[in-house]
């Protein structure tokens, strides 16, 4: 059963300031953030997991990693070398397969708040957290919509188990 006008945003903060960031997660109506990358480490100011938190935290957001959803490292060294996205979904997915507690406790979390996947990645449609949210999705999840710096992409193609 899909969660009722909830929505699961998902936002890459790669090209933006922490400030920018979270103004716009703020205008997205964002009052969860569950950061999946497997290290919560950034080389961009305010982004490595405790600053992060604590400008997520003075936000009035809440923050929370969730490190079991970041890409395992054989996938992503994999991919570093021969850049193939279709070949990196497949592994992930599979890794996601063998998740479906934690797939199933993020889609129960998500319905109860406003949530965002935060990940680095600018473009969702390259980056992880785009196959975790179609994922929570499929199990019964709230709708998935892509915040970019300044539009909204809703996810057309996820649809919960009849």
């Known amino acids: 059963m899909r969660a009722n006008g909830m929505t699961l945003f998902t936002f890459g903060y790669e090209g ?3 400030g920018a960031f979270i103004s716009r997660l703020k205008a997205a109506g964002v009052r969860t953030v569950f950061d999946i990358r497997q290290l919560p480490l950034s080389r961009k100011k305010g982004f490595s997991k405790t600053a992060f938190g604590i400008a997520l935290h003075d936000a009035g957001i809440v923050y ?10 054989p996938i992503r060294d994999r ?3 021969d850049q193939n996205w279709k070949a990196y979904e497949k592994a992930f997915d599979a890794y996601l397969g063998e ?3 934690a797939v ?7 319905a109860k708040t406003t949530a965002c996947l935060v990940c680095f990645e600018a473009d969702f449609r390259l980056c992880h957290r785009s196959l975790v949210a179609r994922a929570t999705a499929r199990v019964g999840g709230p709708r998935v919509t892509h915040l970019t710096a300044k539009k909204e992409i809703v996810e057309l193609t996820t649809r ?3």
């Open 16 to 18: 933006l300031s922490i």
């Open 64 to 73: 929370a990693h969730l490190p079991i959803f970041g890409c395992p490292r």
């Open 79 to 81: 991919y570093k070398v």
């Open 99 to 101: 998740q479906s507690d």
């Open 104 to 110: 199933a406790e993020l889609a129960r979390l998500a």
């Open 160 to 162: 919960a188990a009849a």
